[in-house]
């Protein structure tokens, strides 16, 4: 009987997991939000009828959500793209872990209103994935 060899996974692959659970987490933060404070009725229904959400919690966490998918394609491409060429590790992991850890402070800071720490910790998570980019090109 033949046995595998058992390869360790590159943290860049660990966090891109955890990635899509946080995006999972917002996700249902903001429809939680969104049930709270406008009921049921409203969630289950098509939705035609607009509401007001600049300024509400379910607006807030869904703009953090929607927030979260404009990088995580990027971030997604550069943890595959690094495991792939096999040039994690170093700065890769480093931006990796920026990105994923200032993705998880963004959700508070965006939920209750923090605009310029919460804008600093975007920067951060931007940041993360050109650290990775970079290790990619090196």
Wanted: charged share 10%.
């Amino acid at each position: 009987m033949e046995t595998m060899a058992v390869t360790e996974v590159p943290t860049e692959i660990t966090l891109l997991g955890w990635g899509v659970v946080l995006l999972l987490v917002q996700l249902v933060l903001q429809a939680v939000a969104g049930v709270s404070e406008f009921g049921l009725g409203y969630a289950l229904s098509a939705r035609d009828e607009k509401r007001d959400l600049h300024g509400h919690m379910a607006g807030r966490l869904t703009r953090a959500f929607y927030n979260l998918l404009e990088t995580f394609p990027a971030f997604a491409a550069a943890a595959l793209a690094v495991a792939v060429t096999g040039k994690t590790g170093g700065i890769s992991v480093l931006g990796a872990h920026l990105w994923f850890w200032a993705r998880i402070v963004y959700v508070p800071l965006y939920a209750f209103g923090i605009p310029g720490l919460r804008t600093a910790t975007w920067a951060v998570s931007v940041a993360g994935i050109a650290l990775m980019l970079i290790a990619l090109a090196m």
